[in-house]
């Protein structure tokens, strides 16, 4: 490896666990490396690369809860098909989840800006190859430079991820524990989107999860809020030894309602900062600041203007086609209504399983209209269409 043997890549730093670990990053540099003899660089990232990956004992020794993942520099980017050819055949080599490799170009280091990915990349990934020093190229990538929008982004992702596993109506606490442990963590994913939100408008984004969480205790959002985030930063760090609770139905709500109402704060202050520079803006001028303030204070939830706030948000071109490179849609506009139906999908149902029976036809409608019909008209066909949708739009 082209950094120290000693790097630690969870936060037991146990020499067994690092051993282990260490010997599945090998055997991955190698086979990775021999697929692109050409590679400029490659990186190790995502937890174990910033030496906070999370590990569980199966088989008789320590795996990776979910996969590894790897950034690839080469001179020309390589189609993702490829790569999760390639991942996948890794991973069943390895017995392990997912092996998930990205690929970029040279050429496209140098205008790379700055966003949780690249901040993580420069400031919290392990060289495994970088006889170039690619990262020096990521200089502009700082914490304090990550737009707003990118954390709204990963609130919508996440969104997805809420819905995933979870199936209303099914008795958690008998469940086997590999799926409650996959709705643990799902959920932890919601919450820990929510903390991200908060540190980058408040310039303290920062690689290293434990400590995001000190400088988000140090923002005082809230108890109910900083106990939820302390729980999902340990499940995200020791999903070994993490308390999952019986009831994960009223976890699950509760972070439903917690990941909302930051998605409405976030594009309220989003709103409201675009509204500042934007002269262009000039009929209902005041009502869309009065929406956004509204929104920026938690005390709206009104979907028409989320909806309008977002179409108005100061979006350059180059924003709006760097976020959908890396997306599937075919347009903003659908790829802020996928968003927009998703967030309404979690919104709809009631902790008792009833929902709104008008919004609900008007979301199947939705399905319909970005490509794929629901084959029931309940909530749960509604989920699942969603989940079809999601990877494939998104």
């Excluded at 790897?70 to 080599?93: K, M």
């Excluded at 209902?284 to 909806?307: H, I, K, P, T, V």
């Excluded at 979006?315 to 903003?332: E, K, M």
Aim: proline letters at 4%.
């Amino acid at each position: 490896m082209s950094e120290p043997e000693g790097h630690h890549f969870t936060v037991h730093r146990d020499p067994e666990i690092d051993s282990q670990i260490r010997e599945d990053v090998e055997f991955l540099r190698g086979e990775i490396l021999a697929a692109f003899p050409d590679a400029r660089a490659l990186f190790l990232v995502g937890g174990f690369g910033r030496g906070e990956g999370g590990v569980v004992h199966r088989g008789g020794r320590w795996r990776p809860a979910n996969d590894y993942d790897f950034e690839l520099i080469t001179r020309r980017a390589v189609d993702h098909a490829t790569l999760h050819a390639l991942g996948e055949r890794l991973a069943g080599e390895l017995g392990i989840p997912f092996v998930h490799v990205e690929s970029s170009s040279v050429s496209r280091q140098r205008f790379r800006g700055a966003s949780e990915y690249t901040v993580d990349l420069r400031l919290g990934s392990l060289a495994l190859h970088d006889p170039h020093d690619m990262r020096r190229r990521l200089r502009r990538c700082r914490p304090d430079r990550i737009p707003l929008r990118d954390a709204l982004m990963t609130l919508f992702t996440r969104s997805s991820a809420l819905l995933w596993h979870f199936e209303w109506g099914r008795d958690w606490a008998r469940a086997p524990r590999e799926d409650r442990d996959a709705l643990a963590g799902q959920i932890s994913k919601a919450l820990l989107a929510i903390m991200d939100a908060w540190l980058i408008r408040t310039h303290q984004y920062h690689p290293s999860y434990a400590e995001r969480l000190r400088r988000m205790e140090a923002l005082s959002p809230g108890e109910e809020l900083i106990e939820a985030v302390r729980w999902a930063t340990e499940v995200k760090l020791r999903p070994d030894s993490a308390p999952i609770p019986e009831d994960l139905n009223a976890l699950w709500f509760k972070a439903r309602d917690l990941h909302q109402a930051e998605v409405f704060r976030h594009a309220g202050v989003m709103a409201l900062r675009a509204l500042r520079s934007v002269k262009w803006i000039r009929a209902n001028l005041q009502r869309l600041r009065a929406e956004a303030q509204a929104m920026a204070e938690g005390s709206s939830r009104d979907w028409s203007a989320l909806s309008e706030s977002l179409r108005y948000e100061n979006q350059s071109l180059v924003d709006q086609l760097r976020l959908l490179r890396r997306s599937r849609a075919t347009s903003w506009e659908r790829h802020v209504h996928l968003a927009i139906v998703n967030m309404q999908a979690l919104a709809l149902l009631e902790p008792d399983g009833t929902c709104d029976p008008d919004l609900l036809r008007h979301l199947h409608r939705c399905c319909s209209c970005l490509g794929e019909a629901t084959e029931g008209d309940d909530w749960e066909s509604l989920r699942q269409t969603l989940n079809h949708l999601f990877p494939r739009l998104w």
